[in-house]
């Protein structure tokens, strides 16, 4: 006999005495990709969520800052019978405000809280601002983060902060063995300081002394801080213009036939926390060589499954480039080992994890 209020398959139905919220998550964070910008871990979670038996509502997707969070603030009060937990993104900056407006509209409608972290300059932000973090990380039931990194560093606010890697769907990124590299190389951001693009400029510039056929994809969209007009000058000025293609933002689904065309992954940043982007090229078998910066360290094991040097070594990048292109390092030992690190972050194990800590905080 099933208990009152159940289903066959041990789901919440409808008795007629109010809404079915035991499944129902509500997730707030950008939304923006139709706008343009860059496309958030939220929304490749909200789908997989929903495949997994869930109901999920998203907000916020307008473009304007204020606009978005009168948007999270009127979803979250006019929908609150509609979901049984709420999961809030939380970066460092402007957007942290909305994240902290969003929480005590949930905590006056006493909505259980799953905070996910994000962003590599969030400790800095954490160490200016302690108390408004704190009290923050303090309103959730769970905090989790996509790296141990930032765990770690968030750790003096909050103990128990969970981490739950972003995912990526492992079967859309051809995984090939690279194991005679040649000079082609690959870097995948968005067009600003932030990320370093004129590294990767000079990078070519030094593998191409002893590689003339060395070429470099930059594939990101343009933030407007002078960045690209910065690498297009450098490689004119470095000779090396004609070695690079500047690709512009391609669609989600596009980014592993650029990928796939190379066999380094250069990863240039200044800040990070666990970027997307470096798994998938390792989901693709390409030998990831990358900066040392935030938590990148706990993503790559140096060695292994990639490379790390210091934030602005070009020097460095490009002799790990030539060697390996020369046959003198283990190439195909990096290539298979990040692919095999890759696939413990494919979707469905992550969306398990995200199963059990849902249920958990909504019961």
Same mark, same amino acid.
């Given at each position: 006999? %099933?208990?009152?209020?159940?289903?066959?398959?041990? %789901?919440?139905?409808?008795?007629?005495?109010?809404?079915?919220?035991?499944?129902?998550?509500?997730?707030?964070?950008?939304?923006?990709?139709?706008?343009?910008?860059?496309?958030?871990?939220?929304?490749?979670?909200?789908?997989?969520?929903?495949?997994?038996?869930?109901?999920?509502?998203?907000?916020?997707? @307008?473009?304007?800052?204020?606009?978005?969070?009168? $948007?999270?603030?009127?979803?979250?009060? #006019?929908?609150?019978?509609?979901?049984?937990? #709420?999961?809030? $993104?939380?970066?460092?900056?402007?957007?942290?405000?909305?994240?902290?407006?969003?929480? +005590?509209?949930?905590?006056?409608?006493?909505?259980?809280?799953? &905070?996910?972290?994000?962003?590599?300059? !969030?400790?800095?932000?954490?160490?200016?601002?302690?108390?408004?973090?704190?009290? +923050?990380?303090?309103?959730?039931?769970?905090?989790?983060?996509?790296?141990?990194?930032? /765990?770690?560093? +968030?750790?003096?606010?909050?103990?128990?902060?969970?981490? !739950?890697?972003? =995912?990526? $769907?492992?079967?859309?990124?051809?995984?090939?063995?690279?194991?005679?590299?040649?000079?082609?190389?690959?870097?995948?951001?968005?067009?600003?300081?932030?990320? $370093?693009?004129?590294?990767?400029?000079?990078?070519?510039? &030094?593998?191409?002394?002893?590689?003339?056929?060395?070429?470099?994809?930059?594939?990101?969209?343009?933030?407007?801080?002078?960045?690209? /007009?910065?690498?297009?000058?450098?490689?004119?000025?470095?000779?090396?213009?004609?070695?690079?293609?500047?690709?512009?933002?391609?669609?989600?689904?596009?980014?592993?036939?650029? %990928?796939? @065309?190379?066999?380094?992954?250069?990863?240039?940043?200044?800040?990070?926390?666990?970027?997307?982007?470096?798994?998938?090229?390792?989901?693709?078998?390409?030998?990831?060589?990358?900066?040392?910066?935030?938590?990148?360290?706990?993503?790559?094991?140096? *060695? @292994?499954? =990639?490379?790390?040097?210091?934030?602005?070594?070009?020097?460095?990048?490009?002799?790990?480039?030539?060697?390996?292109?020369?046959?003198?390092?283990?190439?195909?030992?990096?290539?298979?080992?990040?692919?095999?690190? /890759?696939?413990?972050?494919?979707?469905?194990?992550?969306?398990?994890?995200?199963? *059990?800590? !849902?249920?958990?905080?909504?019961?």
């Amino acid at each position: 006999m %099933l208990a009152p209020g159940c289903s066959a398959r041990g %789901l919440p139905v409808d008795d007629g005495c109010g809404p079915v919220v035991d499944r129902a998550v509500l997730l707030i964070g950008n939304f923006l990709t139709q706008h343009g910008a860059a496309r958030q871990v939220c929304e490749d979670l909200a789908p997989r969520l929903e495949a997994d038996g869930w109901r999920v509502i998203t907000v916020s997707s @307008r473009s304007g800052r204020l606009s978005r969070l009168a $948007d999270m603030v009127l979803t979250i009060t #006019a929908r609150r019978r509609d979901y049984g937990v #709420a999961l809030v $993104d939380v970066f460092s900056g402007p957007s942290f405000v909305w994240a902290e407006a969003a929480c +005590l509209a949930l905590a006056a409608m006493r909505k259980p809280i799953v &905070l996910t972290m994000h962003g590599g300059n !969030l400790p800095t932000f954490a160490r200016r601002h302690p108390h408004r973090v704190q009290r +923050l990380l303090g309103m959730a039931r769970a905090v989790t983060a996509p790296s141990a990194f930032l /765990a770690d560093a +968030l750790a003096p606010y909050r103990t128990g902060i969970q981490v !739950l890697p972003n =995912g990526i $769907d492992l079967a859309s990124y051809p995984f090939r063995v690279r194991r005679d590299p040649q000079p082609r190389m690959v870097w995948v951001r968005s067009m600003h300081a932030m990320y $370093d693009p004129a590294v990767a400029i000079r990078v070519l510039s &030094l593998v191409s002394r002893r590689h003339p056929q060395a070429s470099l994809d930059m594939v990101g969209p343009d933030k407007g801080d002078g960045s690209l /007009a910065g690498c297009r000058r450098l490689a004119e000025d470095l000779g090396v213009l004609d070695l690079v293609r500047f690709v512009g933002g391609v669609a989600k689904d596009q980014v592993p036939n650029w %990928l796939s @065309r190379s066999d380094f992954f250069l990863n240039t940043t200044t800040v990070d926390n666990a970027p997307v982007s470096v798994v998938e090229a390792m989901a693709c078998g390409l030998i990831v060589v990358s900066t040392n910066a935030g938590g990148l360290p706990n993503l790559i094991d140096h *060695g @292994r499954t =990639g490379y790390l040097l210091p934030v602005g070594d070009a020097q460095g990048m490009a002799d790990i480039i030539i060697k390996a292109c020369g046959g003198e390092t283990g190439a195909r030992a990096v290539s298979e080992a990040g692919h095999m690190d /890759a696939s413990s972050r494919d979707w469905p194990c992550v969306v398990a994890q995200w199963r *059990g800590l !849902l249920q958990e905080v909504g019961a």
